[in-house]
């Protein structure tokens, strides 16, 4: 794999491979619509349930049919109703064999689960997926930066710049075209906050990110990757 541009494209690209992941473990299976709202939110044993599904529908940009098929699989695969830090990894792991994604996952866990409280129930779920799959550039930039932004203070500094990097590059894993050098990982992060870093004042804002990622046409076809998923 050509790693050019890694470290402006990687986030939203893993994303997208995020999502047919989910799609291989049945996340988006299809589902009768004679099912009921009311069988679609129901479960025999769970730790969590879900909000009603008119409130979903408020809340996210999906269609009432759309939370159905999503529920369903998110039901099968997670029958308490929440998914754990530990699922986010098995995930990963099995979509990246050759590398140890473990790391990256954490990260990815983090961003979805946006209340902190170590799991991410199906309202968490959809709402991330709402934002990745049917939200404008600009929430879409947000989400990702949320990701960059490793302690969530507000802006990204080479530290947790280089954190992601190196994660993306164990994810990878050996099997990458050109071989990756012991250096690269802040090699990109350079590189990064070269574009990124307008002012450079040593961290990059969203304000810095979003505008920076505008104007960067790979970056904007980059996110038609997310487009007519499901």
Known sequence: MNLEGLEMVAVLVVLALFVKVLEQFGLFEPVSLEDSVEDEF???TVCHRPEGLEQLQE?????????QVLYRGFKNECPSG???EENF???????FPQGDSSTYATFLFNAFDTNHDGSVSFED?????SVILRGTIDDRLNWAFNLYDLNKDGCITKE???DIMKSIYD???KYTYPALREEAPREHVESFFQKMDRNKDGVVTIEEFIESCQKDENIMRSMQLFDNVI
């Open 160 to 162: 947790e710049m280089l």
């Open 89 to 95: 990894k098995q995930i990963y792991s099995q979509f």
């Open 125 to 129: 779920f959809v709402a991330g997926l």
């Open 82 to 84: 929440i998914v754990n």
């Open 59 to 67: 809340q996210t940009k999906f269609t009432r049919k759309e939370l």
């Open 42 to 44: 129901e479960l025999s």
């Open 171 to 173: 994810m990878m894993g």
